[in-house]
């Protein structure tokens, strides 16, 4: 099983770049490239809830179960 992060094509859909998404969400912009290249392990839910407020998304739009 794999989570695929899809925040690249949100934050581009939305035309946001990654300093803006982290001044938004205050998170710094190394983890959120982290999360955006798919090389974190982990998210807290309140960092996602903030992603998503910012982005005026669902959790959905950004992460996605892909099955083995």
Known sequence: MEIIVRLDRVMADRKMSLNELS???G???VNLSKLK???ASAIRFSTLASICE???C???DILEYVKD
């Open 58 to 60: 669902q959790p959905g």
């Open 27 to 29: 998170v710094s912009n």
């Open 54 to 56: 910012a982005l005026d």
């Open 37 to 39: 290249t798919g090389k």
């Open 23 to 25: 001044e938004k969400v």
